[in-house]
């Protein structure tokens, strides 16, 4: 199993803007995945997106992916507070996952 | 996908006792995982818990500390024995659902505070 990393660890941003954060690998991947975790809560899948895939979307998530950087974003259009919550990625060729320490999203309404 | 519940959804418990927390999969599923959370930290991978045999443990997780059981492929327990303010985590069960499906779905985890 690998890890990703996300990146930045913290983010803090005004209701309606756009939040963009980052994971980075540093393996060959079949898949990567991006989850959701309300405090104190299990995490919640949001969005895999397969190694030959460049883009998915999702709502007002939109993930990217490149391969030849080993990293990967997730963008959420329109933040809302209810969007506030930690953001992890994980990648494996195999089960079960290995998660980085996150990042923490915070929308100020 | 799966629904999983888990039991108790939060506890708090004296130093020394034990605590076995139940997990429970709407459907059956072959991998089931157990993951601890540490306030502030990310998740950590305890075991994988296995159908009619041990569960595997990762590295600095035993199974005289953490006790799982497996008896059947929708429900599993975690025990955390002799326990003590260190092990004061959130305790998520999490399975694989789906034939090849590299998704991986969480229950709500259990809250656990230990003083």
């Known amino acids: 199993s690998q890890q990703g990393e996300e990146d930045p660890q913290a983010l803090s941003i005004q209701e309606g803007e756009n939040a963009t954060m980052n994971c980075s690998y540093k393996t060959s991947i079949n898949n990567l995945q991006w989850y959701r975790q309300n405090s104190g809560r299990g995490l919640v899948h949001l969005i895999l997106i397969r190694s030959n895939e460049r883009e998915k979307h999702s709502g007002r998530l939109r993930v990217t992916l490149d391969t030849s950087k080993k990293s990967s974003s997730l963008l959420i259009t329109a933040s809302r507070a209810a969007d506030t919550a930690s953001y992890f990625c994980?990648?494996?060729?195999?089960?079960?996952?290995?998660f980085g320490k996150g990042t923490r999203l915070s929308v100020i309404a | 996908s799966a629904v999983i519940s888990q039991k108790p959804s939060r506890d708090i418990c004296q130093r020394g006792t034990s605590l076995t927390i139940q997990c429970q999969v709407d459907?059956?599923?072959?991998?089931m995982f157990w993951y601890r959370q540490q306030p502030g930290q990310s998740l950590t991978l305890i075991a994988t818990?296995?159908?009619?045999?041990?569960?595997?443990?990762e590295s600095g997780f035993v199974i005289d500390k953490f006790p799982i059981s497996r008896p059947n492929l929708t429900f599993s327990t975690l025990t955390v024995s002799n326990m003590s303010p260190e092990d004061s985590s959130i305790y998520l069960c999490?399975?694989?659902?789906?034939?090849?499906?590299?998704?991986?779905?969480f229950g709500p985890g259990t809250r656990l505070t230990v003083t």
């Open positions: 818990a296995n159908q009619g045999s041990e569960a595997t443990y």
């Open positions: 994980a990648t494996d060729e195999s089960t079960p996952l290995v």
């Open positions: 999490s399975v694989v659902a789906g034939q090849n499906s590299y998704e991986q779905y």
């Open positions: 459907s059956q599923v072959t991998m």
